[in-house]
C-alpha cells in the first residue's frame, strides 16, 4: 500500500516568508511523515519462524542456520525467526501444534506432521539417504548386533527416525533382540555414553559422528546401518501463502547453485539440494514405525 502525504514545499521564498511557527509545524510534519511512513514499510515486512530439529546444541544449530537465514532474506525480503527447542519431544509438541511456519524436520516427523497439521515438504538433500548407525567402543569386544542382547543401547530421543525408531524397528524385526534404551537427549550425547560405557552401544547418524571431535569419532566402531531413506526436507505450513512459500524453495535451491550457498547448506547437512514431496517418504509408511513412536 502506498500513503502519500502532503505538506508545503520549501522554496527559500515560501520558506523565508514562514513565520518561526509555521516553520517548526512544517519541519514537524515533514519528520512526522518520514517516520510514518518507515514504520509502515518496516510493518509491512512478512517474518516467519523455523524450527529446526534439535540434533545438536542450540548454539551449533544458530551457527548453522542463522547464514541462511541471513541470505534467504536478502534474497526474499522476508525475515526470519528462528526458534529452538531443548530437546526433539519438545520439537514435536512444537510442531503438532502447528507453531512453526516453516521446520526442518526428520522424515518420519514429516508424516506425523503432515497428519496433524497438513506441513508441505519443500526441499531436501539428493546427496545421499538418510540410514541410523549402531556404535559401540572399538575396544568393547561387540562386533555384532546379537551380543547387544539385554544390553542398554543409548538413543537420541524415542522419535529420531534412523537414531532410534528405524534402530529399534529393526533390533526387533531382524534380530529378535530385546534391548534396554536409554534416552540421552542428543546425538552427541549418544556417543558420549558410549564412550563413558554408560551404554554398550548407541543409535545415532553418519552426519553427526562425523562432527565429533577425533578422540570420540576414533574410539567408535559401526556395527550396523539401517534401511536408507529419504533425508530431512525443509516443510511448511499450509497457513504461510503459497506465493511465499514457493519464492523461499526458489531462493533455497538458486542458493544451493552458488559456491557459497552450497558451503552454508552442507552444513544442515543438505550437499546437494533438491525438491522434496511427500512421495519421497511414503516407503517409510510400510515400515510401521509408529508401534515405536512415543507421545506425551
Given at each position: 500500500m502506498v500513503y502519500t502525504l502532503?505538506?508545503?514545499?520549501?522554496?527559500?521564498?515560501?520558506?523565508?516568508?514562514?513565520?518561526k511557527l509555521q516553520r517548526l509545524f512544517s519541519n514537524t510534519l515533514l519528520l512526522f511523515s518520514l517516520f510514518f511512513i518507515g514504520s509502515v514499510n518496516a510493518q509491512s515486512v512478512k517474518t516467519f519462524t523455523i524450527g529446526v530439529v534439535p540434533q545438536f546444541e542450540a548454539k551449533k544449530l544458530r551457527k548453522i542456520w542463522k547464514p541462511i537465514l541471513a541470505e534467504l532474506e536478502q534474497t526474499t525480503g522476508?525475515?526470519?525467526?528462528?526458534?529452538?527447542?531443548?530437546?526433539?519431544?519438545?520439537?514435536?509438541?512444537?510442531?503438532?501444534?502447528?507453531e512453526f511456519d516453516f521446520a526442518y524436520m526428520n522424515p518420519f516427523h514429516l508424516l506425523i506432521?503432515?497428519?496433524?497439521?497438513?506441513?508441505?515438504?519443500?526441499?531436501?538433500?539428493?546427496?545421499?539417504?538418510l540410514s541410523g548407525i549402531l556404535v559401540v567402543r572399538k575396544d568393547s569386544g561387540i562386533s555384532s548386533v546379537n551380543a547387544l542382547d539385554n544390553k542398554v543401547i543409548a538413543f537420541p530421543s524415542p522419535n529420531a527416525l534412523g537414531a532410534?525408531?528405524?534402530?529399534?524397528?529393526?533390533?526387533h524385526d531382524r534380530f529378535n533382540i530385546n534391548i534396554k534404551p536409554s534416552y540421552v537427549k542428543t546425538h552427541d550425547s549418544v556417543y558420549l555414553n558410549v564412550l563413558l560405557k554408560q551404554a554398550s552401544a548407541g543409535g545415532g547418524v553418519q552426519k553427526t559422528l562425523?562432527?565429533?571431535?577425533?578422540?570420540?569419532?576414533?574410539a567408535l566402531s559401526i556395527i550396523y546401518k539401517t534401511t536408507p531413506v529419504a533425508p530431512h526436507p525443509l516443510v511448511a505450513h499450509p497457513r504461510v501463502d503459497k506465493k511465499a512459500y514457493l519464492k523461499i524453495k526458489t531462493a533455497l535451491l538458486q542458493l544451493g547453485k552458488t559456491k557459497k550457498g552450497k558451503r552454508l547448506l552442507a552444513k544442515i547437512p543438505m550437499k546437494k539440494i533438491g525438491t522434496a514431496s511427500l512421495s519421497d517418504y511414503t516407503p517409510l509408511q510400510d515400515m510401521n514405525l509408529k508401534r515405536f513412536f512415543f507421545t506425551e
Open positions: 502532503i505538506y508545503p514545499i520549501k522554496t527559500n521564498y515560501y520558506y523565508a516568508s514562514m513565520t522476508f525475515k526470519f525467526k528462528l526458534r529452538g527447542a531443548a530437546n526433539i519431544p519438545e520439537f514435536e509438541k512444537q510442531f503438532l501444534a502447528g506432521a503432515n497428519e496433524s497439521q497438513g506441513y508441505i515438504p519443500l526441499v531436501r538433500d539428493h546427496g545421499k539417504k532410534s525408531l528405524q534402530m529399534r524397528a529393526e533390533l562425523n562432527r565429533q571431535k577425533d578422540n570420540i569419532k576414533n
